[in-house]
């Protein structure tokens, strides 16, 4: 065999495994098809774009179900957002989320624990388990709120004859009905 022919199958070698590589690597789980094939909230792009991307299309709110996903604002050091699925509640403040590609790059975690940091117990700011520290994250993050598997109601007019339930502030967030529509807080 000559030189030439060794560098050639050298080469060839060298050029399948690249190829296999690439597509392992590039199969690491990140948040958004994580998140979307759990809770079955079907939205796609950026985490940072799915609180926007659910209004109208999803229920929207700032207290936890089981179900429902937490959206993560955009920060300096997590660029894209973050999406996170609840898998339990524990407290009016303390939840756990199963969620991809937080602690370590493409990992999966399951019913890790997160709390409510907010001043207003609106689940604003939240702190998550970070596995490297087997504890909660020495950083708290801004947080859009809890998006709802079930789909939202079609807005319509509104009905003077319709009766009007007003909830429990314990139970669901307060409701606004006027000329506009159903504004959530």
Not at 47 to 54: D, E, G, H, L, R
Not at 166 to 185: C, E, M, W
Request: hydrophobic share 45%; glycine share 10%; aromatic share 8%.
């Amino acid at each position: 065999m000559t030189l030439r022919a060794l560098a050639a199958r050298f080469a060839l070698v060298f050029s399948c495994a690249l190829m296999t590589a690439t597509p392992a690597m590039a199969g690491r789980l990140q948040c958004v098809p994580f998140a979307r094939e759990m809770s079955g909230i079907d939205l796609r792009g950026n985490a940072k774009t799915w609180w926007s991307q659910a209004a109208g299309r999803y229920e929207r709110g700032h207290m936890p179900q089981v179900g429902a996903v937490l959206s993560f604002q955009a920060t300096g050091r997590m660029r894209m957002g973050h999406v996170a699925m609840v898998s339990q509640i524990i407290s009016d403040r303390e939840v756990l989320l199963t969620h991809a590609n937080w602690s370590r790059p493409g990992g999966i975690e399951r019913d890790v624990r997160a709390i409510d940091v907010s001043a207003a117990g609106d689940w604003s700011e939240v702190r998550v388990w970070f596995g490297p520290l087997h504890d909660l994250g020495k950083s708290a993050y801004p947080t859009n709120g809890f998006i709802y598997a079930g789909q939202a109601p079609q807005a319509g007019p509104l009905d003077e004859d319709a009766p009007v339930q007003i909830a429990s502030a314990a139970t669901n967030p307060p409701v606004i009905l006027g000329l506009i529509g159903t504004i959530a807080f």
